[in-house]
């Protein structure tokens, strides 16, 4: 169990250190870990996870590491995961903002800044292909994110009204 708190700790510490764009880019960074490097759970149960993480209130990635962390090691395990990911951000909120605000106008500084937001865009897209693979097992699957997908880009509809709407969808079509 020590180990297993431990890797669940510097796992997430990484994704928290890593995770530049905030927790959408990180998703890519938390299957590679829980999945491929530990095999912690299959993807179907993380991208359940994922999808419980987004619903509730809160940071994708501190919700989903809290969710994972309590799915590999009970509430220890939730505790370490959480506070693996917010570590960085604790250790190096304070000096990066102090050197980010003396050197904001920098050229170099934001040169860098321009290729990092792109790299970020391509993480989120990679991410949404990996939980779209699992989402989609059926053609049914799009026949409910088409509707969301033009709810999203033409109304104002709220989102979690969508993603009832969803679960409504899904609810009355698998029955």
């Known amino acids: 169990m020590f180990w297993l708190l431990v890797n669940l700790y510097l796992s997430y510490f990484k994704i928290g250190l890593f995770g530049f ?3 959408y880019a990180m998703i890519t960074l938390m299957e590679h870990e829980i999945i491929k490097v530990h095999g912690w759970m299959s993807l179907s149960d993380f991208v ?3 999808a419980v993480a987004e619903m509730t209130p809160g940071p994708i990635a501190i919700n989903s590491a809290t969710f994972v962390g309590y799915q590999v ?3 220890l395990g939730a505790s370490i995961a959480t506070l693996g990911v917010v570590s960085p951000s604790l250790i190096l ?3 990066a903002a102090r050197l980010f605000i003396h050197f904001y106008t920098n050229q170099h500084l934001q040169r860098a800044m321009d ?3 792109p790299a970020v865009i391509a993480l989120i897209g990679f991410a949404a292909y990996v939980v779209g693979e699992s989402a989609f097992t059926d053609w049914i699957g799009f026949l409910i994110a088409l509707p969301a997908l033009l709810l999203i880009l033409l109304t104002k509809i709220h989102p979690l009204l969508i993603i009832g709407l969803g679960a ?4 009355i079509i698998y029955l």
């Not at 409504?168 to 609810?171: E, F, H, Q, R, S």
Request: proline share 5%; glycine share 36%; hydrophobic share 45%.
């Open 168 to 171: 409504l969808a899904g609810i």
């Open 73 to 75: 090691g009970g509430i």
């Open 115 to 117: 290729g990092i937001q």
């Open 48 to 50: 359940s996870i994922i």
């Open 93 to 95: 909120i304070i000096p």
């Open 21 to 23: 764009g905030g927790g």
